[in-house]
């Protein structure tokens, strides 16, 4: 007979969608069938506290099993767009020189 999942269980998974959904920019439906695909819940009801312990690292074998590895969703500026921006003279700012620049202009603006 196999154990009910408890809500740790069930938060443990809730996590590893949500981190496959933002990571590697899939749908609910296609990181549940990952979740599926991989032997996360057998091990969950085999051994729950190995589970556990290795939890931030399911989101990467899972991916990884799935062939999702080469989907990440680019954090940083394609790197086309960055060397026509430079080919072309400009500079090239991260989203956080861009929030810091303005945060400087709101401040600037309220003295």
Sequence with gaps: MKRKLNQADLWLINEITSELQEH???SLEKAQECI????LLPML???PEFVHHEGSRWV????MHNKLIGQTKNKHMDPEKKRAALLAGGSV??????NSLEICRQVRGNE
Excluded at 36 to 39: G, I, K, L, P
Excluded at 93 to 98: D, F, L, S, V
């Design 24 to 26: 590697f920019n899939i």
């Design 36 to 39: 599926q695909n991989s032997n």
């Design 45 to 47: 009801y085999s051994d």
């Design 60 to 63: 990467q074998t899972i991916a």
């Design 93 to 98: 700012k991260t989203k956080h020189q861009i």
